[in-house]
């Protein structure tokens, strides 16, 4: 689907804003694409479309894939929340400031987002019982637009009955999750092939829920850090909630491939 210069204009500029407050480096390209870099150097770039196109030698270790994969999962998000601001309707409310626009709206509850020099800001509300007005706002406006535009949607499906909220993990439980998954990985149990990779699968969606998780285990202050050499990428250190006992497993890999910057084996309980 063929957008215009304009929405094209806006939606790269959406990518960049996001991208940058996640650690990458940003530029135009020539050809009017997005290029997206690592550390200084070229990792790949964002089409108009919310697609990346990259090359190979450019992504020829472990956390560089990992940063690549991230940036797809960034570019993607962007898209589909930008294609709805484009075509949706503004909303209108006695009191409310112009530019909202109406995202989702069911059994009373509206999400809208509006346009920022910070990037898109998400807010969830109450309708008033004559739809003239709004109230009750959670707002999402952290440093994540992406991630804001994730927690917004989950806000609404609960707040609007779409999702009963029981049926749903906060995010203190899915820490306490990840952490029994780490142990037990850890532990002395005999595990057949199909639990392992059921609790790392567990693991790996609970990092894609939580990408920042490792900082939030730390914060807790139940952890020590012990810093180490990745047994993936040799050259690099990396940060890790905790050394599988099998370096080279699944896990093991994506655990080292999730932090091209900092390192560590965490380990738990201590």
């Known amino acids: ?25 940003t530029g135009k390209t020539d050809t009017g694409k997005l290029r997206v870099l690592l550390d200084g150097v070229p990792l790949c770039e964002v089409t108009e ?18 940063a690549k994969d991230m940036v797809y999962e960034t570019v993607r998000n962007t898209a589909e929340y930008m294609r709805q601001m484009e075509t949706a309707p503004f909303l209108k409310a006695d ?30 509300w109450d309708w ?29 499906a609960v707040r609007s009955g779409l999702i009963p909220e029981r049926q749903l993990f906060q995010e203190t439980q899915l820490i306490e999750i990840y952490r029994c998954c780490t142990d037990t990985l850890q532990g002395s149990f005999e595990l057949s092939y199909n639990q392992e990779k059921t609790i790392q699968d567990v693991r790996k969606q609970i990092e894609e829920c939580l990408p920042d998780i490792m900082e939030r285990i730390q914060q807790q202050g139940c952890t020590r850090v012990k810093f180490d050499r990745c047994h993936v990428a040799s050259s690099s250190y990396c940060r890790m909630i905790c050394l599988p006992s099998k370096p080279h497993s699944a896990a093991g890999k994506m655990l080292c491939a999730c932090a091209a910057y900092s390192s560590g084996s965490v380990i738990m309980g201590e």
Do not use: W
Request: glycine letters at 12%.
């Open 1 to 25: 689907m063929s957008i215009s210069t304009e929405e094209k204009g806006r939606y790269l500029r959406e990518t960049a804003i996001v991208l940058a407050r996640e650690g990458f480096q």
């Open 128 to 156: 008033s019982f004559d739809r003239k007005g709004v109230c009750h706002g959670h707002y999402y406006t952290g440093l994540y637009s992406s991630g804001n535009y994730d927690a917004a949607k989950r806000d609404f």
């Open 95 to 124: 009191g409310l400031e112009d530019g909202y626009k109406v995202l989702a709206d069911f059994n009373g509850i509206v999400l809208a987002g509006i346009q920022s020099k910070y990037g898109v800001q998400f807010v969830t």
């Open 49 to 66: 479309n919310g697609g990346i196109t990259y090359r190979n030698e450019d992504i020829n270790e472990p956390e560089r894939v990992a």
